[in-house]
Each structure stands twice: as C-alpha cells, then as structure tokens.
C-alpha cells in the first residue's frame, strides 16, 4: 500500500466538532486521513500534545476552533491563536516543517469548510511526505 | 480495581455497516489486550442494543464502556444513562464516532473501515485512564430573561408568568410589540394584526409576573445555566413612565419632526414620541441622539439646535428664550459672532450650513420690532455679592449667569457706557448701539448694576465693600507697537483707539491716503471706518497671503466691494516722517514659509523688495495686550504677557478673584469671551457655595455620531440683503438688512435636526404632571435569572443594494413593511394607497423573494414572503376594487393549514399571476402607453417569453434577516451564529429551541424565518422548557473541570490571568492558585498553560489524550 499522510485533528466541541459532525450528515465526501480528538475548546491544545502525535507516527496535526469572538469559553481560541505560532516556531527549531501543524476556524454550520480544511491539509501534508522524527536536523532535540 | 473495557460497534442499520467491515474492525478490537469483549450490533441505541451492554456489564463484571457508533452530539447522553442504570459512572463511558466521521464522509470502504478502527482504537487506550467523576447539583433561579418584546417573547413571557413565575421582558424598542404590531392583517386568516396582538401586550405591560424593561438592552451576561447575573442598560427615555399618562402634552409642543421608524418612514413623528398609539407601555419617549454639532461646537454651549427648531415652527418668542437660557446677545451675537456653529453644521455636507447666525439676528430683530417686554428681576436667592470689573461680554456674560443663579452683582466700568470691545471696538455699520443697547438694558433688568465711569484696581478695596468674589474682564485695549523706526511720527494711528475714537462721536483727522496695518477684524474694521470717514484711498498692509488672514472671511470681502485695496505679503518696515509728520512707509515684500506655532505658514522678508508708499494715515492693527496699570497689583500674569488664570476654573493667583475673556486670551471672539464669563460664573458659585470648582469639568458633550442625510433634496441657504456699496461707504448705516419671517422659516426649516431633540425643553412646560426629565441618565440594572429566552427577531432586508429594482430611486416601488403601514386604517395615509403624488394606483406589481432565493443575497427562502404577498392581491381588492395586481413569483409555497386554500381563493379574486423572477424595474419607457409607469421587465417562465410589464406601483417582498448585531447578541449570551447570522438551534429537528448553552433558548424569527403561528409555537416550547428546569428546581453543575495538585504548583500564578471566568484565585498563605468548581467551566487554558503540569483536567486529563492519541495513531 502507498504512503497515506496520518494526520491528528484537535477539534473543539462547540464548533469545530459540530462543523465536522454537519460535513458528516451532510454526506460530504473528503479525505479520510484526519482522526479526530474531540476536546472542550481548542485551547486545552497542549504543545506537548502536537509533540506526541509527531512521536506516535503523525505526519500533520490540525487544530480546529471557533471562529474568533465566537468562542465558547468566551476567548479560548485567541490563547490558541497566540500560543500555535509560538509551538511552529519551536518545532521550526527542531527541524519539523511547521506546515506540519495548521490551526483553521471552522464553525458548526461549515460542514463544507471543514471537508475543504482536511482535504487541503492533506494534500500539504503528502507534499511534505511522511515524517520521519529521526530524519535531518532532529538530532539536538533528541537529547 | 483493573479496567475491564467493553467495547460495542454499531452497524446503525447500513449507515455504518454500508462502508465500514464492522467485523473486521471488531476482530481488531477484541484482540487488544485491554478489552474483556467486543461486540457488533445493528442497533446499539435500541433497547436490545442497550440492553446487551447492560447485560455484559453485570455478568461480566465489565467497569468501561466504549460504544462506536454516531457522534457523541447525539446519543452520548443515553449511553451515559444506560451506565448510571447499570450501576457504572457515567465517566467511565467513550464513544467512538464512525458515522459521521467515517462511513458518512468517504466512497472509500477500505479508508471507512481504517479509520474506524483508529478510532475505536482511540476510545479504548482512552477509556482505559477515565475516571469516575462526580457533580453537584446548584438551585436554579426561578426568575427567567425574555430579550425581545415581539411576538415570540411576548408570548414566551405570558406563558412563564401565568405560571406564577417573574419574567424580566427587555425590548429596545420603546414598546413592545415587534413587526407584528407593523403589520395590517395576517394570512391566511386575516386576522386585524393589532387587534389579536395589543391583548397580550397590555396583558405583559399590567402582569404582576412581568417586569417590563423597554428601551433597555441586555449589555453582559455571566454565569450559567440556573444562575445568570444579567447586566441590562436602560436607555434614558427622558420621561417618567410611572408619571407619564400619554396625554401627548409634550408632543404637541415640540417643535422637531423627524420620519417614523414604526411607519417605515413613509409619515413623521416628533422628537418628543410614542411609536403608535397602542404602545406598551403607553408612556412617551424623547429621542436624543447625543448633542447637536452645533451646540457642542459653540464655545459659550449655546443651544442653537433649540431656537433653530423654534424657528421653523414660528415660535420667535420661545426661541429666543432658548438663547437667553446661556446668554442675552441674540443681536450681538447674531451680527459678529464668528459662528464655529455653521463650520460644524452637518447641513453643510448636503449643500450648505444653515445660516445660525442670521437666523439668531432675526429672532432679537423680530424682538425689537415687535416691542421687547421689561425681563423681570431675578430674585436675590443668596445672600452674596460679586464685583464684575469690565463691561464687555465676558463681564456681562458673567454678570448675566450669576444673577440669574440669585447673587448681587455690580459691574464696574471705566468708560462712559457698557459693552466694552462691543461698543468701542466694534463699528456701528456692524453693530448699531441701539441693539447693544437694548441687550445690555436687559441684563440690567433683570438686577445687574452697572457702574460706568468707574475704575476698580484695588482688590481689598473691593472686599471691603462686600463683595465676596471678583471677576476681572478687563480687556486687552492696549495696542502693539511694530517696532519700527518711526511709528511715533504723527498720523500713524492705533486701530483700537481709532476705532474708540470714531464711536465716542470724537472727529479724527485722515488723510487722504491710509494705510492700515494688520489682517484681523480690528484691521478690516478700521479701513471700512475710515472710508466711511472719507478717504479717498484705504489699503490693508498684510504681512501674509489671504488664507491666513483671521478677520471674517465675509467681512474682508464687503471691505473689498467697498473698495478697500489689500497688498498681501507686504510687510512695513520703517516708518518715514517729514517735520515729524508721515510722509511715506518703507515695505519690505514678504514670502511664507514653514508653518509657525499658530500653524499658519510663517512670512519670511524678500532681500532687497524693499520699495516705499506715500501714506497719509497709517493705522496700526498688529495686535493688542492687557493694560496692567488698570490691574491689581498682586496680579500674576502668564508669559504673553495676559492675566494668569486656571484654565478650567479661571481663577487668578490671588484667591476668590478670577479672571476671562481678552485680560487672559489676549484679543479673541465675543463668542469666546461669553464662554470664559459663563465657565467663571460657574466657577463664583462653587467658590462662594464652598465646593469642588473642579469636579465634572470641563463638560463632556457626545456629538451626534450619524446623522441620516440620505434624500434630503438640495436647497440654498438664506442670504440678508445688503447695502448697495455707494451707500454703505456714505454712512455708518448698517450694512446687512437681516431675514424676514418667511425667509427665517425656510432657513429654519433646513436644518436636519442633527440630535432629533433640540432640547428647547418646551416639554417641560407643557407636562402638567412633571412627567420629562431632560436630566435623566441611562442605567445598567443588574438582576439574577436561571433562564433565558432570546426572542430578538428579525429585520426587513433592504431593497436599495438590488439596484435593477431601484428601490430608493424609483418613487413608487416600496417594501412589503411599507405597504403594510400603508395599507393600515391608522397609518400614515389613513389606509389610503397612494403613490408619492398622491394618486390612486391602477396597477401594482407584487414582487416575490426580493433578497431570499438569491445566492447574490440569502439563499434560504423566507418562508412568509409567499402568503403575505397573496394577502396583499387580497387587500388591494378590497381597497382597490378596480385595480390590476400581478403578482411575480417563482415557486408558490403554501405548506400550512390553510395556506393552500388561501392561494386559491387569491386566484378567484382576479389576481394574475406570473412565474418568473422579474430581470428589472424601470422608468425607461419604449412606448408611449408605458410613459410615466414603472415597467417591470421579467421571462414568463411558463410559456418561454420575455415581457414588460407597466404599473403604476410596485410591491417589492423582501426577505427576513438576522439584525445586523445579530452576532454581537450571539456573543453577549455566549451561543452561536450559522449562516445568514440566525442564531443555531442546539439540534436542526431534535431541539429547535435550546442552542449549545444551557439555560439559553431561542424562539422567533431570531431563529430562522417563520410566521407568527410558528413563533408563537416555538415561543411556548422554550417557555416550557424554562418550566421544566424551573419546576425541577435544580440543575448539575459542570464534571468535567480543572483541578490543581497544590503539591505541583509552583505559584508562578500564570494561570490566574489566563481563566476568562476569573475562577482561579492565588492563596496567599499556601502560596498555590486555587480554581473554584462553582465558576470553572472547564474550557482547559490553564491546563495547557501551566507550566507544572499542576492543574489536571477532569475527563481530558493529558494521561487520556495522550492515550488516545497513541490509539488513532496505533
């Protein structure tokens, strides 16, 4: 079998989750690669979470959450907002691609927005290739 | 106790066994380690299917669950019951979603089955660390918020307080009642919309279970389900509810009308209003858009909004009354003021400002004509006395305010007569005496003495006397020298004392040829003066160009028509005398350059431009300074050389004596100088009252942000008639005649009423109950709910963006609201159906989804538009019996009781029908018979043609939308918006009326599109379900939170800022963060956050994710 980007989506339950359960009903077709954890709100994303889904055999991961101002828990999203760049910057660091994680908005009534984000996240991802935590420049994180 | 996991995959019929190898994904399963036994089963929500589980867990002694099937959204809650019944934690229960996150989403029955078998594989690597978790249970308030006073929140609010429980009903709107009060009849019985809606209104105004909140809005909402603390803003409505009896005293009176929103504009209402007549509650209210730019823009804080108003409705007297509320200059004023007024005017941005000035001048012209009444004394209310030492209008301005406000008040002047500047500086072609006069007797009338010929320096002198405050406006009368070699020579001359000279009747000598020196009003009013004296020949000696000249734009150029000669960028620099007298003067050319301090471009001397004119009268206006020898000697003074005085309070160095107008400007406006009188009579009475002369100043006005300018037809502005220039350079006549009453009128009535209130306080007067109160602030209440049900509505979507039906543009093409008020018997043409001149229309043309079943636009349908546009072929039967009505449709949707019956019974009435969505409406005629019609241009979509169709009228059906603040409202009560921003229903068909939070429903138009029968149904759905968590009384507060191990932490307190509910405190003894269970909602930023990995989240502990991230990943 030929390679298949595996790809871990973090998913808020409010919107995002919601918005993937209407891509669902709505028998909208679109690539299969991203399995999806559902949490509270897309701020409970710890970076050491992204780091482990890298560990476990993860090519990308996506974090999805409300649209800015709608959050749930007020302003999650924007702690999220504010701390994801922080994490590529570090994973740069560690010789990971930081395209490899992609934090997206999607509400719960975009159902197509979120067949578009996982189908455009995999195609990303395949253009990367797999990732390999021992490949390059990983060396100095290893220690 | 090991974990023994279960793990249950549902074939959910063919929806997952049709692309997911359930067997194979349960061979799979069984095979973990952790698993005690996996099953496959057809339906696992069934009763069978729970039952199985049941079983399994009691014989086998299972103690986890994983159930694979649909999406947690849906059946979570049922397995977490069928747990409870089986004696296990809820907790300890995972769902895995293959359904609408695999077999649903793929064609591929491989790449379904994959990932199917992650995420089981997921669930049970996380199920594994789940913990039992245990809730409380939190009272639930009994009192509920119903936001929105239409229809639906009516009716949600009758149902709640017939039970017996509070409801807070919040409208923003001054009454309740909603579009539905707007419409004429209802399909598809024709019910009288008011006469079946204005029962429950009244009933929600008098129902001892309602508290009526209009004109409020919700602001804040914090806390949750059976617990909210709710911050409502209750706009000021300027009148006392309680008092107000609806007499429309107050309306009669007032003087401002603006378009009636409730009519949708097609009639007015006053400032001073009541919606309809059947308003809930019936009180009036006073539409006050903040402050007039005019007002906010005067200096001296003169209402001009209030006596322009006034004006336009004939009412001088009162108008001029408006004035003398801030001060008595109308005639001063209205001829000098440099009116900063007219600068601001928001007329200005349609053609041109209205002329306030002149509209001022006419009221005291229309005063003195008419004979002015004797002001009557003010009566001495404290027991006080102040000194005021200048009579100009800084003195008198403050004169005037400190009498009025009860005190004994002398003025002491030096000259002959009052008025300062204003009778020695300012000439009488300008100014005549007689209108000074007049003004200065009625501040005099009303108790100030005026002590002329008497010069007061001596501060202690004065307090000896009795007088417990001074007020110094003494002027700047003392004029700058240039510094030129030889301006002592005689014939050169000093503006002021030129100008003095002249008014005091005193004869000056001139030459033939004068020259005067400067580019102010003193410069343009000496060179007019002195060829009024005769001069042959006056010019004006400007050091810069024309746009940097201070003096009044409208002076310098009747100066000009007069003949008075200008020579710009020229600049004196010596002054030649012969015997000792002028002969020439030495001018040297100028050119700008930079911009200096007062921002205008600095004049810098051309090397060698020096040439020489043969002057006989020099007259020097280049400026003017206080005169300290006419000062108290104890007196500071700022580096300009002026009278140092605090620039809020006008206080001098020496205590209890202040100071204002020129003495600490320098030479300025009258306008000016009015408000330093005014800011330090305020500053007299709190120093002489023994308070704060600080707090609350200065005055904070809001100028009105938007003021509507759309229509408002183009008309010039009222211009006085002048004196023809022969005859203004013969006499010292006044120069410009004033307006006329009508010409007042017309001009009055251009203005746009900026604030809408004018604030001529009429009202007042007029409410026999004391009823308005123009003081009135907005306040925020606060109250406590355990529900709440959002019934916001909807808003008509506006035609005007679709440009080819040219709504806006084309007089007699109107909304389907508007025809609606239209067509009411108690609307703006009393039921009468008319176009815009006034004629009967022969032919209309109805227009179906104008905005809805447009991608360009909304997309949904709206769902009402279809039978309310029948109801109107209805209508117009009956009140045009002989009238041709099309109606243009694309599909007729008639899905409930009795709408189909009501389609056909439109059809026997006469009406035609037309499928096909009109292209466009045009005035564009290509026949004579379609001259003067509107022509709609539309494919006939039965039979394949294109067609033009004439009308005289068209009816356009225009879609329902959200509120524009729809998503500020979602946000405020923390739900959400879908597309089109209508609020989202916690689930499309299973529960249209809660939303994702708890306690918050949604019912109306707010919701989607529907019709009054809907709204009202999903109105009593969300009041039953408030019922329900009323009647249960309790509700169980949130498992799944944060935890901190006070061993871990380390006190860095990152996360106290981090918590959006502010539910985590630092305990300053233990030096750890502490999170309150009762306020965290478990959102997890302060897990993720801590640096310690110290706070634990409960059901997402970072054990269970990274579990399952190792199983979707395995």
Redesign the interface.
Known sequence: MSWEPKIVGFLCNWCSYRGADLAGTSRIHFAPNVKVIRVPCSTRVEPSFVIKAFQSGADGVLILGCHPGDCHYIEGNYKTMRRVPLLKKMLKQFGIEPERVRLDWVSASEGQKYATVVNEMTEKVRELGPFNANNGEGQHGKN | MEPKIGVYICDCGSNILGKVDVPKVVEYIQNLPTVTIAREYRFMCSGPGQDLIEQDIKEMGLNRVVVASC???MHEPTFRRLMQRAGLNPYLFEMA?I????S?????PD??T??AR??VS?AVRRVYYQEPLETREVPVHPDTLVVGGGIAGIQAALEIADSGHKVYLVEREPSIGGHMIQLDKTFPTLDCSACILTPKMTLSGTHPFIELMTYSEVTEVSGFIGNFKVKIRKKPRYIDVDECNGCSDCEKVCPVTVPSEFNMKLGTRKATYRPFPQAVPSAYVIDKQGKSPCSVTCPAGVNAHGYVALISQGKFKEAIEVLRRTMPFAGVCGRVCTHPCETECERGKVDQPIAIRALKRFMADYELKNGREKAQPVERTKKDKVAVVGSGPAGLACAYDLVKAGYTVTVFEAADKAGGMLRYGIPEYRLPKSILDSEIDYVKELGVEIKTKTTVKDIDEIKKQGYKAVFLANGAWVSQKMNIPGEDAEGVMHAIEFLKQVSEGKKVELGNKVAVVGGGNAAVDAARTALRLGAKDVSIIYRRSRAEMPAIASEIDEMEEEGVKIRYLTNPVEVIAANGKLAKVRCIRMELGEPDASGRRRPVPVDGSEFEMEIGTLIMATGQAVNKSMLPGNIAYSESGTVKADEITYETSVKGVFAGGDVVAGPATVIEAVAAGKEAAISIDRYLQGTDMKEGRPEEKERVKDVPKKGVAKQPRATMSKLPVAERTRSFKEVEAGLDENAAIEEANRCLNCAVCCECLLCVSACERNAVRHDMKEEIVEVDVGNIILATGFKEFDPSVMQQYGYGRLPNVITGLEFERMVNSAGPTSGKIMLKNGEEPKSLAIVHCVGSRDINYHEYCSSVCCMYSLKFSHLLREHLPNAEVYEFYIDIRAPRKGFEEFYNRILKEGTILYRGRPGEITDVAETPYEQGKLIVKFENTLIGEKERLPVDMVILSAALEPHENA?DV??IF?I????GDFF?ERHPKLDPVAT??EGVFIAGCCESPKDIRDSVAQASAAAARVLALISKGKVETEA?IAEIDEERCSGCRVCNL?C??GAIDFDEEKKVSKINDAIC?????C???CPSAAIK?KH?T?QE??A???G???
């Open positions: 999406s947690p959204q979603n359904r609408e996150h695999a649903w989403v793929t064609d591929d790449a379904a994959e990932k992650a995420l997921a998503r979602a946000r923390n959400s918006c879908g597309e989202i994702m939070t799944t981090l959006p509910y909602k478990g959102c997890g930023a897990v993720a956050a989240h997402y970072t994710i990274m399952q991230i190792e979707i990943l395995a």
